[in-house]
């Protein structure tokens, strides 16, 4: 027969698993995928050390943003 400590230790390990289950997936991030024309023009890479191309992204009311090349 276990003991009465023994007992209690099982259910307190048990009780303190339970947390990391239940955060342990998310629900995915919801997602869509938006065309973007952006054309850098043309370039002869004359320079040795220069910034070629410079433009920032900005899609209104995105609250973040991955951008695939």
């Known amino acids: ?3 009465p400590l023994r007992r209690h230790a099982l259910l307190l390990f048990a009780v303190l698993c339970l947390p990391a ?4 997936q998310t629900a995915p ?6 065309p973007y024309a952006l ?11 220069a910034v070629a191309f410079r433009a ?5 009311g995105a609250p973040w ?3 695939a090349f």
């Open 56 to 60: 920032t992204v900005e899609v209104p």
């Open 1 to 3: 027969m276990r003991s």
């Open 65 to 67: 943003l991955r951008l």
């Open 21 to 24: 289950a239940a955060v342990a």
């Open 29 to 34: 991030l919801r997602q869509h995928t938006e």
């Open 39 to 49: 054309d850098s023009g043309r370039h002869d890479g004359a320079a040795a050390e």
